[in-house]
């Protein structure tokens, strides 16, 4: 398996947009949950992170960053199909916010496998720019997507959160295309 360069910088940019773009969303759809809720959630966050620690040396292949890769992907489109077809349950906020909390778990190990696999500062910049420059451009589209849905009179925000993830479903399914295209078997 290889790591391409540029394929790999689009996919970083159009990841960082969808995380942009979802930001705001968030605090809608946790609003049901109670706040112990949270406390609970970051300590499982916190031992998930220290468990993916313990095991950095088995996971330090590109093979397996792949692997994890696509699974943070895989569960983003989960939540998204599962959030389009249950918006309005509790469960559904509890489920979204489990899927951050994983995906968050994935995000220390991937984070830190980007920086082995890239080795050399300059690519590491690239890296960073085309996540920087896709979580701008995110917040920027879903700030002109919801003024634009108030406009033409959608002020319910849950109604407004449920319109952005029709848009980020296509979103998330181009971006595990690009996770595809960035990494090729030899």
Same mark, same amino acid.
């Given at each position: 398996m290889k790591l391409h360069f540029h394929p790999y910088l689009r996919y970083k940019f159009l990841n960082s947009l969808f995380t942009g773009m979802v930001g705001g969303s968030v605090f809608t759809?946790?609003?049901?949950?109670?706040?112990? *809720?949270? %406390?609970?959630?970051?300590?499982?966050?916190?031992?998930?992170?220290?468990?993916?620690?313990?095991?950095?040396?088995?996971?330090?292949?590109? #093979?397996?960053?792949?692997?994890?890769?696509?699974?943070?992907?895989?569960?983003?489109?989960?939540?998204?199909?599962?959030?389009?077809?249950?918006? #309005?349950?509790?469960? *559904?906020?509890?489920?979204?916010?489990?899927?951050?909390?994983? %995906?968050?778990?994935?995000?220390?190990?991937?984070?830190?496998?980007? *920086?082995?696999?890239?080795? #050399?500062?300059?690519?590491?910049?690239?890296?960073?720019?085309? #996540?920087?420059?896709?979580?701008l451009t995110g917040l920027l589209l879903s700030y002109g997507f919801y003024k634009a849905l108030e406009h033409y009179g959608s002020a319910d925000a849950k109604v407004q959160v449920f319109a952005l993830h029709m848009v980020l479903l296509p979103l998330e399914l181009a971006i595990i295309m690009l996770l595809f295209g960035a990494f090729r078997v030899k």
């Amino acid at each position: 398996m290889k790591l391409h360069f540029h394929p790999y910088l689009r996919y970083k940019f159009l990841n960082s947009l969808f995380t942009g773009m979802v930001g705001g969303s968030v605090f809608t759809i946790y609003g049901s949950l109670s706040p112990s *809720t949270f %406390s609970v959630g970051g300590i499982i966050l916190a031992l998930g992170l220290m468990g993916m620690a313990y095991v950095y040396h088995h996971l330090m292949t590109l #093979k397996r960053f792949f692997i994890l890769s696509f699974s943070a992907e895989a569960v983003m489109l989960l939540m998204i199909g599962y959030f389009l077809i249950f918006p #309005k349950y509790q469960l *559904t906020a509890l489920i979204v916010y489990g899927a951050y909390q994983l %995906s968050f778990m994935f995000g220390g190990y991937l984070v830190r496998a980007e *920086t082995h696999f890239a080795r #050399k500062a300059r690519i590491m910049g690239w890296i960073d720019i085309a #996540k920087q420059q896709g979580y701008l451009t995110g917040l920027l589209l879903s700030y002109g997507f919801y003024k634009a849905l108030e406009h033409y009179g959608s002020a319910d925000a849950k109604v407004q959160v449920f319109a952005l993830h029709m848009v980020l479903l296509p979103l998330e399914l181009a971006i595990i295309m690009l996770l595809f295209g960035a990494f090729r078997v030899k």
